[in-house]
């Protein structure tokens, strides 16, 4: 009988001595690190009651989740440390459920109640890169400030109204994950279904809706524009609507704007100038834009709009600036409007904005935005200014004396007995 092992053996060793010498094996790995953040808001009603607790003796929050592990907020209306003799409050965030080497990091916010954004803010934020995050081992541990505000500035400031404290305590826990190369996938074409619709549109096959758009005529198909549109909807399929209507004419839009739109319908893309015009278009993008978000809001598309406010943000000169400002008020656009006025109250560009054509514009279409323009612009140098005296004086840094309102504040994490357990700089 043959030997079938001994063959079996003699064919694996045939085929590993044919096998390609000097090729290696690589395989890869990502550890990424991100923070899960979660925040609470603490009211502190009745503060004057609660003076004269005693030092050491707090008010604590209600518990909440962020991150997997519940926290608190503890405030001490008579300071933390009893050689302070009750000059400041102290204010701290302890972990509450049980951990083990809990990575964090922290901001405490005192609220300012007059809406100002005066913000008294102590933040680990914006320190990670300098100090990492916190480290916070069991139950109790706790990171913030002995010294978080002078209790007499406290008490004849905006920050108590009412007889009422707002805290509010911002977590962020950091979290590490691997992620490893599948070993096995199909790759999955991206979606075509935009291109088939707009080939189905070119062929004007099925269309049962024309527009006349000054000089120019448009067929396309009610029941796509239907549910693209909340006013095409209404226009064809509503209460007060006709669904036999077979022409429409469209007063207020040009041409070009309404084939762009029927393009978006479509395709959800903004299309190109290009597509839209031909070879040698007759406006610009910026421009097409403009228009188009005028558009966008009289058909309410509302995902056209915001696309719109996103490609006139990135365009944004000292050019077009002020023609945009007067369109995101027209047209009811306050992130885009938003960022017109900043870029326009720079006072490195508003000269140029007011000797720009569109700033013409802005004044006889829209003259109340002078005036929001004139508040931006002394909200900015107000914030300029306070900027450099900042510097000036020098900034506060995590682990040591914040000086602001009469007062220091020292970071540091301790058990609710006062043992501390970890200070990092």
């Known amino acids: 009988m043959p030997n079938h092992k001994s063959s079996r053996g003699a064919q694996l060793g045939e085929a590993m001595s044919n096998s390609k010498p000097g090729v290696d094996q690589e395989s890869c790995s990502r550890s990424i690190s991100e923070t899960v953040n979660g925040s609470h808001r603490f009211t502190i009603k009745g503060y ?13 929050s209600d518990t909440f989740t962020v991150g997997g592990y519940d926290w608190a907020i503890y405030f001490y209306p008579d300071g933390k440390n009893p050689e302070d003799s009750s000059t400041y409050v102290s204010v701290f965030i302890a972990l509450v459920s049980e951990g083990t080497d809990v990575r964090a990091l922290f901001e405490l916010t005192l609220v300012d109640q007059t809406k100002s954004g005066k913000d008294k803010v102590h ?107 909340p006013v095409f909807r209404a226009q064809f399929f509503g209460l007060v609507g006709d669904c036999s209507i077979d022409k429409v004419v469209v007063k207020d839009v040009e041409p070009f704007i309404f084939k762009a739109m029927l393009l978006f319908i479509y395709t959800d893309k903004l299309p190109d100038v290009h597509e839209v015009m031909g070879s040698s278009p007759l406006c610009t993008f910026t421009v097409m834009v403009q228009h188009l978000l005028a558009a966008a809001d009289l058909y309410n598309l509302e995902r056209l709009k915001v696309l719109c406010e996103s490609k006139l943000c990135e365009e944004i000169t000292t050019e077009t600036v002020a023609t945009t400002l007067a369109l995101a008020e027209q047209h009811h656009c306050p992130q885009l409007k938003a960022v017109c006025l900043k870029f326009a109250a720079n006072p490195a560009n508003l000269g140029a904005v007011m000797q720009s054509d569109g700033y013409k514009h802005l004044e006889e279409s829209c003259p109340s935005m002078l005036l929001e323009l004139l508040e931006t612009f002394a909200a900015v140098d107000e914030s300029s200014s306070l900027l450099s005296s900042r510097k000036r004086s020098g900034s506060s840094i995590y682990g040591l004396d914040l000086p602001a309102d009469g007062g220091g504040a020292v970071a540091e994490s301790a058990n609710p007995n006062g043992r501390r357990v970890r200070r990092r700089y």
């Not at 004057?48 to 604590?60: N, Q, R, T, V």
């Open 123 to 229: 933040s680990h934020f914006d320190r990670a890169l300098e100090s990492g995050p916190y480290t916070l081992k069991y139950r109790g541990s706790m990171w913030g400030y002995k010294r978080f505000f002078k209790r007499s500035a406290l008490e004849t400031s905006e920050f108590l109204r009412d007889d009422c404290l707002v805290l509010n305590c911002t977590v962020g826990v950091v979290r590490t994950r691997l992620e490893r190369p599948k070993q096995f996938s199909i790759t999955v074409p991206s979606s075509d279904m935009g291109q088939d619709l707009k080939d189905f549109l070119d062929s004007e096959a099925g269309c049962d809706i024309v527009f006349q758009v000054g000089d120019e005529l448009f067929k396309a198909h009610k029941l796509i524009l239907a549910a693209r549109s």
């Open 48 to 60: 004057s009651l609660a003076k004269g607790m005693g030092a050491g003796k707090y008010i604590m």
